[in-house]
């Protein structure tokens, strides 16, 4: 088979029909086999039919074909639907009301029957599956053939413009007769329809109402618009002859009816339509001439059948049937599906037998035990298999209140000889005790021969290493006599060993050390071994969880356990980081005597120490200082600066306290004392001043601490960072007499041009010389507004020393990148 070939007879599998494909998912054997038992057929004649299948739709690729799935076919129906609900409707409205459509209604159905024409051309492309192999056929001629056969003619002839033929035909009456072909659209309704009774998402009652309701409106809706017709065919003269035209409602006579509102026409035509079908005997409204009493007595004759579905259908949504008519009709279908597939009478004896163990063992839970309420449940599980539970090797040294939570969550089953339970390889979700029977564990080799590995017999257990492990079941494990197993699920078996942690170790030790299994075990040891793994990480999460709450008994118990107190989460935050973000003192002295590293960062760069001066927790930021641990802070800089533009004195306070530089700049290289100068907040200044903060400091704009509180407007602010200014700079000078001969012993002018350039010759500054050559350009450019810039001489050589400075000498300020012209 070439591999075109190949694809597209398995894309064919994907249109088998729901009840087929479901028969095949349930059963071990090939799908080919099952198809073949289905329809009675041999294999060389399946082969034969298969191949004469692939021929039929070669050409596939080499013509246009519509996939029944596709999207856009999707949306076509859909859009396909909107017309045919539509057209069902409006068609017994022009019959009845109308004798030759409106301009804008006739362009509205002359736009319907495009769209249906629409709809036949696709339906020539449109695979669709054989009913008889279930296979989708591509081949044109068949799907032409297939349509041709079916509904072409009736869709082709509702697509005619009827009402421009009865014009055209001298508005001849039998010819609107004919509209009535449209009503064949209606099954594209009931159709969706039934898709939605079957589609899960939907409430079954609900989908069924709404489909009941429909069916009875559209026959009233119906059923009023031959009413009308019926009073509008007789000449103007006999109107009164007419159910509509003798009507006398209170003092209002029905006269002239025909110029009446369409939409009054209308309401009182469904009205009597309704009135007719559900009332009994001679009412306000009635038939008058033979022709109506004669569409009346056939109305009301159909209106019975319609009653008598619509009552039936409700009443079998409503009444349920009992347990054991579902499991008589259970067996039926198991009976009907054993004979078309022609299965062994073994299996259909151990089917029957299993089902029948399955009725009666279910019956007392489902019909006594239902109503009780579920602690007295819980007791009787517990005197029923707590003796069963209790002498599995499995939980030997596993606490009473473990076992009590094992007990509630048990199922009672029963298996027939020969069952297989569990199949080597599979994904196990069920956890098995044996209470009565021998059940045995089979391991099957590479070349298909089985082993029995093991016999299990009461007070044993399998599926653990599997549900444990997360491996798929290494052993294959048969009922060899009538056996009662208890049945543990594995979310519930999960959710108690959340809970009681120390019992699941003591299992996992139980599989490592169990003296009969010894021999099996080792193989899986290295499984068990990486399971025992993950429950510590999932240790070390419970640690952490202890150290956040305060929880130090809980703590030292599983530290004791065997829990290591220096492991980290996915976060990487260790027991200290929570202990001292939530202020835990003895959690966090705990936790340093146990050796832990007290300056250990997460993810996020946060120290032990960080976390409990974030926290506020000063009594646990001291205990750790004392022990020596350190800030380590990667980005010091955004952090003081986000802590002053918040405005937290307490947090900023504390950890300068702890030695961080008040200094360290952002990625602007702004400074704290930038922002609390930009944002006019002087106790904040005052506390970083106080801390060692520099006022001489620039960002990347060239802008100082004094400059950002100019622009804020402080006063008093600009008072205390300018006082500032003036003491950081004795500081910084060796004495006040070298201060005042490096200021004032030297002097130069700058110009702001090119020494070269003599025809822009503006006014310049006169400096001191400060002492370095930044500082002249900063001064320099602060003086003369320009940015960027460097120091010529006047021979136009850069001057990069400013010991190159005499007294007295002329400088030129040049922005970086000019030339002289």
Partial sequence: MTPRKKERDDSNREFEVDDLRDRIQSSR?????????????????????????????????????????????????????????????????????????PMNLYFLDIAGQIAFLIDIVVHFFLAYKDSQTYRAVYNHNLIALRYLKSGFLIDLLGCLPWDAIYRASGRKEEVRYLLWIRLWRVRKVTRFLEKMEKDIRINYLFIRIVKLIVVELYCTHTAACIFYYLATTLPSSQEGYTWIGSLRLGDYAFTNFRDIDLTKRYLTSLYFSIATMATVGYGDIHAVNSREMIFVMIYVSFDMIIGAYLIGNMTALIVKGSKTERFR??????????????????????????????????????????????????KISQNLYKPYIEKVPLFKGC???????????????????????????????????????????????????????????????????????????????????????LRLD???????????????????????????????????????????????????????????????????????????????????????????????????????????????????????????IKNGHDRVASLLAQEGASLNVDDAGCLLCTAVARGDSDFLRRILSHGIDPNA????????????????????????????????????????????????????????????????????????HEIRDKQHSRKCTVYPFHPWVKE??????????????????????????????????????????????????????????????
């Fill in 760 to 821: 822009e010759r503006r006014e310049g500054v006169v400096l001191w010389v400060p002492r370095t050559i930044e500082d002249l350009i900063s001064a320099a450019e602060e003086h003369l507004k320009c940015t960027e810039c460097h120091i010529l001489a006047e021979d136009a050589g850069k001057i990069t020393d400013i010991d190159m400075i005499s007294d007295g000498q002329k400088l030129y300020l040049v922005t970086n990148g000019h030339k002289p012209r």
């Fill in 29 to 101: 054997g090939s799908r080919l086999n099952l198809i073949s038992n289905e329809f009675g057929l041999e294999r060389n004649r399946w082969e034969l039919s298969r191949e004469s299948v692939l021929e039929g739709f070669k050409g596939c690729s080499e013509g246009f074909i519509i996939h029944p799935d596709s999207w856009w076919y999707e949306v076509w129906t859909y859009f396909i639907l909107l017309w045919a609900i539509y057209s069902s409707f409006f068609t017994p409205v022009e019959f009845g009301f109308f004798r030759g459509l």
């Fill in 490 to 612: 594995k979310q519930s078996f999960s959710n108690i060993l959340q809970i009681y942690f120390f019992d699941g170790r003591t299992i996992l030790n139980n599989l490592l050390e169990g003296k009969e299994s010894n021999v099996r075990i080792k193989q899986l040891e290295s499984d068990i071994t990486f399971h025992v793994g993950r429950q510590e990480a999932e240790l070390a999460l419970r640690v952490n969880s202890a150290a956040f709450y305060g929880d130090l008994y809980q703590l030292k118990g599983l530290v004791r356990a065997g829990a290591d107190p220096k492991k980290t989460d996915y976060d990487g935050r260790s027991p200290l980081h929570l202990a001292a973000s939530k202020g835990n003192e003895d959690i966090t002295y705990f936790l340093i005597q146990e050796g832990v590293d007290i300056n250990v960062s997460d993810k996020f760069g946060n120290t032990p120490l960080l976390e409990a």
């Fill in 665 to 736: 700049r952002d990625y602007d290289h702004r400074t704290p004392l930038h922002v609390a100068a930009a944002e006019g907040l002087f106790f904040m200044a005052k506390l970083l001043l106080e801390a060692g903060a520099s006022v001489l400091s620039k960002d990347r704009w060239g802008n100082t601490p004094i400059d950002e509180s100019r622009m804020s407007g402080s006063k008093p602010l600009i008072t205390l960072l300018e006082n500032a200014k003036c003491s950081q700079l004795t500081e910084l000078h060796i004495s006040s």
């Fill in 399 to 485: 606490s009473p209140e473990f076992i009590n939570q094992i007990v509630i969550k048990l199922h009672e089953e029963f298996f027939l000889p020969g069952e297989v339970i569990m199949e080597q390889g599979d994904a196990i979700d069920q956890l098995y005790f044996v209470c009565d029977g021998v059940l045995e564990e089979v391991g099957t080799g590479v070349d298909g021969s089985e082993e029995t590995v093991l016999l299990l017999e009461p007070n044993s257990s399998f599926g653990a290493v599997a549900i444990l492990c997360n491996i798929p079941q290494p052993y294959t494990v048969r009922v060899c006599e009538l056996s009662r197993l």
């Fill in 329 to 378: 009709e259970k067996m039926k279908d198991l009976i009907k599906y054993m004979n078309r597939n022609k299965l062994e009478k073994d299996i259909r004896d151990q089917i029957k037998g299993h089902l029948r163990l399955q009725y009666e063992s279910n019956y007392i839970e489902a019909a006594v035990l239902q109503d009780i309420p579920i602690s007295i449940r819980a």
